[in-house]
């Protein structure tokens, strides 16, 4: 478990759920600002929402709250939950 002691900063989530996007639902990088909104701004789509989710929990080994995620509209507060959950892991 020694990579799981790690610690990991906002930019590497925030790098990591960019590159996540561009790849699921080609979201090109410079769209994906801490303000974009996920259905507005960003136009993803519901399914590859969860295919984001799915692949976050596999990246960080942790389990996200579906129902949190989806009230999560914002690229930023996306980016804020998922680096909670990732410092709140058991180790």
Request: hydrophobic residues 40%; negative net charge.
């Amino acid at each position: 478990m020694g990579s799981t002691d790690v610690e990991v900063s906002r930019d590497q989530v925030r790098e990591l759920l960019s590159g996540l996007m561009h790849e699921i639902a080609g979201i090109s990088p410079e769209k994906i600002t801490e303000d974009a909104t996920v259905e507005n701004e960003l136009r993803m789509e519901s399914v590859a929402f969860v295919e984001l989710q799915v692949a976050i929990e596999e990246a960080y080994d942790i389990e996200l709250d579906p129902i949190e995620v989806v009230e999560l509209n914002r690229f930023g507060a996306i980016v804020d939950y998922v680096l909670s959950c990732v410092r709140d892991r058991p180790s």
